[in-house]
């Protein structure tokens, strides 16, 4: 996809991405097909990393949403994300004066409360035309990736990647112990040896946490292998530290079944799990297991 052929597609939006203006773009995208989707995507990434470049953290910026007397929000965190998501749905013209003088952010308000759902036209727009959900991080959002200097020690290119979210809310006991445990993975040389039977380059791991069961998935494209791993969220009720730590253990051990099942590779090394990880007692489960039973009975109930 050309440069021309992505600003083309964007100014369907008509120079904001909310949620009156993205059922356009949604179906223009699923028009053009699971290929020019994913062209659409990558043109996106790379815009978005462009902006990202630019000295705009930190800086102050109104949003049409707010009071009138409320002081600008300055661009931090999701804030920042949402503004560039902002600046490329206003257009090539404006994305271009914003890269080369970005003291104009202050000159105007923009509508970037929304503005991320510009990504969820590329995943909605690839299941509309699939039938299958869009697998890897949308286009603009972090993926955790091990520190340079991690890969320096470790004298090899970054070859695993991981992102966790979902429509709950995460423990930070189970994600600070995932994220560790993905370190330690990428660090060890036996899990690259495992790796290395792949014929792909790198692999991509998102777990999602919902309030539904919903289907795991592994594709591979672009030389790269992608796992959409989903899992409930009911099952991070009654559980320390200790236990939430030895559930985020496990749940990439399943993972790496999955990838080693579907990708016919070794069996992999065991997930390293931290010193305070502890499995859940007979006595916890039965406790959860009642608990469940009585929330059931009461849904039950006219």
């Not at 104009?104 to 036209?121: I, M, N």
């Not at 791991?205 to 009911?234: P, Q």
Request: charged share 20%; hydrophobic share 40%.
């Amino acid at each position: 996809m050309t440069e021309e052929e992505f600003w083309s597609l964007i100014s369907v939006l008509r120079g904001v991405a909310n949620q009156r203006t993205i059922p356009a773009l949604t179906a223009a995208l699923a028009q053009q097909g699971k290929v020019r989707i994913e062209e659409f995507a990558d043109s996106l990434s790379e815009n978005l990393r462009r902006l990202a470049n630019e000295p705009l953290s930190g800086t102050p910026a109104r949003d049409v949403n707010d009071p009138s007397d409320a002081l600008p929000v300055p661009l931090v965190g999701d804030a920042l994300i949402n503004f560039h998501f902002a600046v490329v749905a206003a257009g090539s013209s404006r994305f271009q004066q914003i890269r080369k003088n970005p003291d104009q952010v202050a000159t105007c308000a923009w509508d970037f409360s929304e503005s991320d759902r510009l990504a969820e036209a590329v995943s909605t727009a690839y299941e509309i035309t699939t039938g299958q959900p869009w697998l890897g991080p949308l286009p603009g959002f972090h993926i955790h990736e091990p520190d340079e200097s991690t890969n320096l020690v470790a004298g090899g290119p970054i070859w695993l990647s991981f992102a966790l979210h979902g429509d709950i809310d995460i423990p930070t006991a189970y994600f600070d112990a995932a994220n560790t445990a993905v370190d330690m993975v990428h660090e060890d040389p036996q899990w690259r040896t495992w790796w290395s039977h792949a014929e792909q380059r790198d692999l991509n791991i998102e777990i999602a946490y919902a309030s539904l069961a919903e289907r795991s998935h592994i594709a591979t494209r672009k030389g790269g292998a992608w796992v959409s791993f989903r899992e409930i969220g009911s099952r991070f009720r009654g559980l320390n530290k200790g236990g939430l730590a030895y559930l985020a253990a496990t749940d990439l051990e399943a993972v790496f079944a999955l990838v080693s099942t579907s990708l016919s590779l070794p069996m992999p090394p065991q997930v390293p799990r931290l010193a305070h990880a502890t499995p859940p007692t007979r006595q916890n489960d039965a406790a959860r297991t009642r608990l469940e039973a009585l929330r059931q009975r009461h849904r039950r109930r006219p």
